[in-house]
């Protein structure tokens, strides 16, 4: 099991990363894009822009992680834009962390949520 905490417990980070991606231009959509490409991500789920990186790419659709988050979605490729030097300029506030020498295995979502609440409160597990 991996755990995405954020590496600080401060929101300001984040409100102004927030208003950094907002100003994404969203005619440049990403082109090609493959596993490890940098991007910004408009989130299916609350229609937010984010930083994030594709993980796997389908026919039409790519899977990314918000790298200031860490969890993971299925977004369509019209939903990826090129993120700017200014963006990936500023460090990934999202830091993974894993148990050390525990045998790979399916976790529950009850025990991945308790391991994360353990590790911190706001912590994402993958």
Not at 15 to 24: F, G
Not at 63 to 92: C, H, K, M, Q
Not at 101 to 116: D, V
Request: charged letters at 20%.
């Amino acid at each position: 099991a991996v755990v995405s905490t954020q590496s600080t417990g401060d929101e300001a980070p984040l409100v102004i990363l927030a208003e950094l991606v907002a100003k994404t231009n969203k005619e440049a959509v990403l082109v090609e894009p493959a596993p490890g490409t940098p991007c910004v991500a408009l989130s299916a789920e609350d229609e937010k822009m984010y930083r994030a990186v594709v993980i796997s790419v389908a026919e039409e659709t790519a899977v990314v992680r918000y790298v200031d988050y860490g969890n993971t979605e299925e977004v369509p490729l019209s939903s990826l834009f090129v993120i700017s030097p200014v963006l990936t300029a500023v460090p990934i506030l999202a830091v993974p962390l894993s148990l050390h020498a525990i045998e790979e295995q399916e976790w529950s979502e009850e025990c991945l949520t308790a391991f994360g609440e353990i590790i911190y409160e706001d912590a994402w597990v993958t």
